[in-house]
């Protein structure tokens, strides 16, 4: 098999047939592609015979105007693509082509049709042109898992639009709630995706806290950096956490966000407080007992909740600080770490998420302001988190079913310079309010493309 990487573009309408397209002459001859008979064209699952003209001024390959339409490419637009091509079949592919998944699409407002994270989709566009790929934005409308296509968006020349798109070698699921990935037409469409087109999904569903912590508990290379924590399945556990520890943090097991988190804590007279994480802050209570306590806030839930060691996190002017890795799968499949940032909570939170008020700042700048006791540097423990972040990933690849590609790592670090691990999130963020530049691709985009051309052979 032959590969390369190429121009693609789009020749006049009255130069090209819709089943004939031009390559380099070079490139014919080196990989010895027949010019005389028809060669299989695929991208995705799109299939077409073409007759490939040599072009001898040329270095890339052009498409007539209708078949550039149906792969998404524009006129307008400078595009690239990886190109290979298996001689024992005479098939010529073009790739990769990616699908994300998001989980809502704005039609009316056709230059933000993705709200928050169009900025990302517009990044991953650009990326792609740039690099060497296509990428098509869907929504869990519309789907159907008995045909070879979906109603994608792509983005090219500064515009929008929405066409029927193959269905591509991978999909990243960005879906951001489970009652969207458990649409059982979001699950057909996936399987068939998979087991009849060959496609590649990653992140292809939610974690929670309960399956990652069991998960990690029995991996001894990661189990140093678990705080103790346990399903809250009756106040007897909930008393038997107070026993130990002055301090509970009690997480919804499919939250994120800092959604439904409570602090308990209890002083010499017995008296329990618990402390809601809120939009605007914190709700405080008080009980005269862990009883009424538990009966008052979780005996008639339906909800599911993990009870975990509360830890004396470092602070910077009495705000808890704590640390996201982001850890992707690089261009040779494996574990990569893409960024380690701390973030610092908000006045009067408790939790330090951007959508509770937090703030990002680098690691050395929250150890150098910090509480922390002893002389460990702010290198050495960005160090020490790559290292655990690494450990961990590989550790819930090895422990949990399913193909992850990304994920999103929160630690704390305890004012002796312990590391612990707080949860680990498979739909990281990818909202950002500085203003995207175009040309400029973070690193967290380049892996995602990366990765998808790993997997998909180019």
Known sequence: MSKTKVAVGIAPSNLLQNDVMTLGEALVKQWKIPSAQPINLKFGSYRKQMRII???KQNGIKLNPFVGEILGFSPKTKHYMHLKYTAHNTT??????IGILVSREYPDTPDNPFGAITQFCMEAAEACRLQGGQVFFFTPNQLNHEVSYVQGWTYNGGSWRKHPMPLPHVIYN????????????VQKFLQNAVQHHNTAVFNEKFLNKTEVFSALSSNRSVNRYLP????LKSLATLKNMSSKYNTLFIKPVTGSMGRGIIRISHDQQTSYHAQHATSSGSRKQQFN????LYANLFS???SRYQVQQGLQLIEIQKRPVDFRALVQKNKLGEWSVTSVVARIAGNQHFVSNLARGGTLCKVEEAISRSNMLGRSSGYEIASRLRQAALLIA????????GHFGELGIDFALDRSGRIWLLEVNSKPSKNDNTPWQEGKIRPSVKKLLAY????SKF
């Not at 960005?174 to 037409?185: A, G, I, V």
């Not at 998808?452 to 997997?455: A, D, G, H, Q, T």
């Open 54 to 56: 040599p072009a001898e």
């Open 92 to 97: 010529l592919e073009l790739g990769p082509l």
């Open 174 to 185: 960005r879906l951001t709630t489970r009652k969207l990935e458990n649409l059982p037409s």
């Open 228 to 231: 103790e924590s346990k399903p």
């Open 289 to 292: 007992s862990l009883q009424k």
């Open 300 to 302: 008639k839930k339906r």
């Open 394 to 401: 590989q550790g819930i690849e090895d422990g949990i079913e």
């Open 452 to 455: 998808s051309k790993y997997l």
